[in-house]
């Protein structure tokens, strides 16, 4: 099992740009969602989804939108990109309220 | 909303002594969680509380949730190197949002 995957590991984007940050699991884990770590502020929530066409908003939801058309995947889209979402981000799924399995990490550097 | 606060922010220790993180949230929690971020990793589960008053232990590490169901702490007795990283409690408030508290970061001297 690949566990949560996450593409890409570093990204650079210049202000205004669009990306997509991609999140897969495939352990079947109903639950899934994004976070961003930033120096001295711990993990904040972005957006969550408890399941396919379900998905609500975190701490931190402006500038960011997610979908879930599948069970296994939650991309993460950024509009227009402000050097305020330079981050690392994380994408976790778990089978309920419990153990949170995160992949390896998005770095994102916005200029 | 839903806030959870940890301290302290940063400790450094001589290797052999303990180390104590503590996690306060603004409310009741359904359950909390520890994890544990080594240096350019990614978090890694280390338990989870559900009950109130519940203390559960990993070998040197104890993990504490207060009898409100608002508190929580991980005690290390007598760090080893390989202890060093950053600690995070996580609450959920029981729908599915678990939010972390900032952590604290472990640094071990030999």
């Known amino acids: 099992n690949a566990g949560v995957t996450q593409t890409p590991k570093f990204q650079v984007l210049k202000t205004g740009q669009s990306m997509t940050l991609q999140c897969a699991q495939d352990m079947n884990h109903e639950y899934m969602s994004w976070y961003r770590q930033d120096p001295g502020m711990g993990l904040r929530l972005i957006h969550y989804?408890?399941?396919?066409?379900?998905?609500d908003q975190g701490e931190v939801p402006n500038g960011y939108n997610v979908s879930r058309s599948t069970t296994e995947d939650f991309p993460l889209r950024l509009l227009s990109a402000a050097p305020s979402q330079t981050s690392v981000y994380f994408c976790?799924?778990?089978?309920?309220?419990?153990?949170?399995?995160f992949g390896e990490g998005s770095r994102l550097t916005v200029l | 909303g839903q806030q959870v606060m940890q301290i302290p922010q940063y400790q450094h220790v001589q290797e052999g002594e303990d180390f104590t993180t503590y996690c306060n949230s603004s409310?009741?929690?359904?359950?909390i969680q520890w994890y544990k971020q080594r240096p350019g990793g990614h978090p890694v589960f280390l338990i989870q509380l559900v009950k109130s008053g519940e203390v559960k232990k990993q070998k040197r590490l104890t993990f504490q949730f207060g009898e409100a169901k608002k508190n929580s702490s991980l005690h290390i007795t007598a760090t080893q190197t390989t202890d060093v990283g950053t600690y995070f409690c996580a609450g959920n408030t029981g729908g599915f949002k678990t939010i972390f508290g900032a952590g604290t970061r472990l640094f071990v001297k030999a």
């Open positions: 409310t009741t929690l359904s359950n």
């Open positions: 989804s408890v399941g396919a066409g379900i998905t």
């Open positions: 976790a799924s778990s089978r309920g309220t419990g153990e949170l399995f």
